[in-house]
């Protein structure tokens, strides 16, 4: 089997360039919408609000190639697997946020980091949680 | 940009069968080895022993068509998204471990839940951490 994505949705944020999408995902955020397409709402069926989710989107026009990078401060090449950044052989972001409402398919969280029209990739009920004492983007 | 994805390494387990893989990660589960590609090595320095990492990787022979399906507990239908099942559209799976050693692209940790060869997608610094009151894969 081709490992090939299909997109299951797209994401709408309050961000429509790079420079204005903050670092991380912050849980006192904005409000965004996960926007599943209709032949995937179905699959939707069983998560509750208040629920907190694993939500994967998928990064575009990212440099796929670079092993090493800037980290934030800058001041050294750092491996991409010891990154945040969306520069990444699989573009893939991950986030876990509560679910806070759930309305025909759009299913709305707080403080994604991602621009608005980023495609969504999947989303499973977390067994993972936000490490607020980390921002390593 | 097509949605494709590489292939950074592959995952060595002691599962060579679905129905040995455990249900979900187990932070004391057996060591797994995550072999990273040659040309991905370099992507891995900065990343210390003892640091969480999420892992991706690449569930195969999986259904991705399936929005609703059966709960281990197989009492009712459940849709997809509310489920840890690899059977979804985007087979990818997610974990987050401490690494246990790191030595020559060679990265492990502890319990994950995948059969031996699995392939790697990704890894990340974890800024999410296991809940381990929760399986609902």
């Known amino acids: 089997m081709k490992a090939t994505l299909q997109f299951i949705g797209h994401i709408d944020t ?19 919408q996960l926007v599943v397409h209709e032949e995937f709402i179905n699959g939707l069926s ?14 575009e026009n990212t440099d796929r190639n670079a092993t090493k990078q800037e980290s934030n401060n800058g001041e050294e090449l750092i491996g991409t697997f010891a990154l945040r950044s969306p520069h990444r052989p699989n573009p893939i972001g991950a986030a876990v946020l509560p679910i806070e409402t759930i309305d025909h398919g759009v299913v709305s969280v707080k403080g994604l980091d991602c621009l608005t029209g980023t495609h969504l990739l999947d989303i499973k009920p977390a067994i993972l949680q936000e490490d607020s004492n980390k921002n390593t983007k």
Chains 1, 2 share one sequence.
């Open 14 to 32: 309050p961000y429509t360039a790079i420079e204005d999408c903050p670092n991380n995902v912050d849980l006192n955020g904005p409000l965004c």
């Open 46 to 59: 069983g998560l509750l609000p208040g629920q907190k989710i694993l939500i994967l989107y998928w990064f």
